[in-house]
């Protein structure tokens, strides 16, 4: 058996090592190294824990390795890179909710060996981690189900005093948690109040706002591990709990920032106010929506230079990433300039449109931030809207009144022409009409997005 | 009480780190940062293998093995798939 201090000491190397490979995460030269870093620092905690004078018994402890790693593994490589979003979803979930276990176990042993005696940090801290976690959890299971099409958006009256209600229940069983630490039930009462909460916060959440919903819940479960790591007062979890903490929570605030909505407003799903004296679609489009077909858009990009493309969820709904690359390369091979532009919250989680082209072998470097490509868009030839459109709607810059007023999108409108490939002319997440389909210099090619890249590639190649 | 804000000070000074150099990951690895904080965050782990391990009694350790398979999943399948995901992202050349 090993003296604390060694594993300490582990446990100061792993943190280090992980500190050391989300740094490697900040260039996707670096990143590979950087997330093996990460792996060989987390080795390092394990064998450390294994090694502690209280583990004597190992069966349980390798049966759930092998368990747990094998269940990792098989999701790890059987998830298509469009179903990432919900991998990460899970993957939330089982922090969370694997924290408010260690935090319940380490009470009841406690409880066990001291009584009432026991440490206020103990309770309080395990509390948090409960709460926390049961949240995470269940809030990450509904996020799950929702991005797999199972549950749809449930709103009900009340969803704001519910939570609060269901907020203050969990709050007491804390209270009474810290008093009377040898009342086990408190911490089960706490855990499922926690649950009930984390249901009903994300149920009424949609689709669009996934985005935000996955990085909060990202965030819950490193606070919820930072909270695990005071009731055992270990500093490995303490770190890492609260990088992870930091890193969602950042993420957070980009995806609230790209939407120009405030996280309360996401949370309780406030909207916008309706814009009462909003264009209806009829106005917006009627008799200026011009339709084309594959072929008269393959004879305006025969004399284009440069061609931006502007993905969007549509693109990860049709699997279109490599009928997209194939329109590329063809471009490509005509001495086009081709680069795309991603919306930070298009798709439906921070970098999903990225991950997608990576698969589809677009180099990274392509790739552009928002910030980066808006001004190049006037001297644009032809921007190519795949499958996006509340990112791309002016009315976000001119119409002061309009839900996504103020919403920072991609200038799409001021290249020379615009394709739109899109299945129809319905709105988007924010329920408004797009004047950028009705615009002067656009074409809609009404088709799905993969059908509809293949559509002006063969065109290309034939013409 | 000086435990707590030993703890607490650990706490506070990793959140700077961590503000200071996630603000640094741009916005095309968003993804694989997202899925390699989940597997660092499957730390949890050190936890329910101690809590697990110790002489306690049936329930604790029920709970213990339950978080080692949750926090196994993590570790093992975060690190796995942004390892896969990662190497799909490669220069123009």
Redesign the interface.
């Known amino acids: 058996m090993l003296p604390d201090w060694f594993i300490n000491l582990a446990y100061l190397i792993a943190a280090i090592l992980f500190i050391v490979g989300i740094k490697g995460l900040t260039h996707p030269r670096t990143a590979v190294r950087g997330n093996r870093l990460g792996a060989l620092g987390m080795l390092i905690a394990v064998v450390a824990a294994m090694l502690d004078r209280q583990v004597l018994s190992y069966e349980w402890i390798i049966a759930g390795i092998i368990v747990g790693g094998a269940i990792g593994a098989i999701m790890a490589t059987r998830v298509q890179m469009t179903d990432m979003p919900q991998m990460v979803a899970l993957l939330n979930g089982f922090g969370g909710i694997s924290s408010s276990l260690v935090a319940g176990a380490a009470l009841l042993t406690a409880v066990a060996l001291d009584g009432a005696n026991v440490a206020l940090q103990f309770t309080i801290s395990g509390a948090a981690s409960g709460l926390v976690g049961a949240v995470t959890f269940w809030g990450s299971l509904v996020a799950f189900g929702k991005l797999q099409g199972l549950i749809g958006d449930i709103r009900f009256r009340g969803a704001l005093p519910l939570n609060a209600t269901l907020l203050t229940i969990a709050l007491a069983f804390g209270v009474w948690l810290a008093i009377d630490p040898t009342a086990n039930w408190a911490y089960w009462g706490l855990i499922g109040a926690a649950s009930l909460l984390g249901l009903s916060l994300v149920f009424p959440i949609g689709g669009a706002d996934m985005p935000v919903v996955i990085s909060l819940l990202n965030s819950y479960s490193g606070v919820a591990a930072a909270a695990a790591g005071f009731v055992l007062s270990n500093n490995a979890l303490i770190i890492t709990g609260s990088l992870v903490g930091a890193s969602g929570l950042i993420l957070t605030s980009i995806m609230c920032k790209a939407m120009n909505r405030s996280l309360p407003n996401v949370l309780f799903g406030i909207g916008a106010p309706v814009d009462e004296g909003a264009a209806s679609d009829d106005e917006v489009y009627a008799g200026k929506v011009k339709s084309a077909h594959a072929d008269e858009l393959a004879m305006m990009m025969e004399t284009a230079r440069s061609v931006v493309i502007v993905p969007g969820y549509g693109m990860a709904v049709s699997q279109a990433q490599h009928a997209v690359r194939d329109l590329v390369h063809e471009l490509e091979s005509r001495g086009v300039e081709v680069s795309f532009a991603i919306h930070p919250v298009a798709g439906r989680m921070p970098g999903h449109m990225n991950v997608l082209l990576a698969e589809a072998d677009i180099p990274y470097d392509q790739m552009k931030e928002m910030d980066e490509i808006n001004p190049l868009f006037e001297q644009t030839d032809v921007a190519i809207v795949i499958g996006a459109n509340d990112v791309v709607n002016p009315m976000a810059r001119t119409n002061p009144s309009s839900p996504i007023a103020g919403m920072p999108i991609l200038n799409v409108d001021k290249a020379r022409s615009v394709i739109v490939i899109k299945r129809s002319l319905s709105a988007g997440f924010a329920g408004i009409p797009n004047p950028l389909f009705a615009a002067e210099n656009t074409l809609m090619l009404f088709a799905d997005a993969k059908k509809g890249a293949l559509d002006i590639m063969n065109a290309l190649k034939e013409g | 009480?000086e435990?707590?804000i030993l703890?607490l000070t650990?706490?506070?000074l990793?959140?700077f780190?961590?503000?200071e150099?996630?603000?640094?990951?741009?916005?095309?690895?968003?993804?694989?940062?997202?899925?390699?904080?989940?597997?660092?965050?499957?730390?949890?782990?050190?936890?329910?293998?101690?809590?697990?391990?110790?002489?306690?009694?049936l329930?604790?350790?029920i709970?213990?093995?339950?978080?080692?398979?949750?926090?196994?999943?993590?570790?093992?399948?975060?690190?796995?798939?942004?390892?896969?995901?990662?190497?799909?992202?490669?220069?123009?050349?």
């Open positions: 009480m435990a707590l703890a650990v706490f506070v990793a959140i780190v961590g503000v150099i996630i603000t640094k990951v741009p916005p095309t690895l968003h993804t694989p940062l997202m899925s390699g904080s989940n597997a660092i965050s499957g730390i949890t782990l050190v936890g329910a293998i101690i809590a697990t391990g110790s002489p306690t009694p329930l604790t350790t709970l213990g093995f339950t978080a080692i398979v949750f926090a196994t999943i993590n570790v093992v399948g975060g690190f796995m798939v942004t390892n896969r995901m990662l190497g799909m992202f490669r220069r123009k050349d």
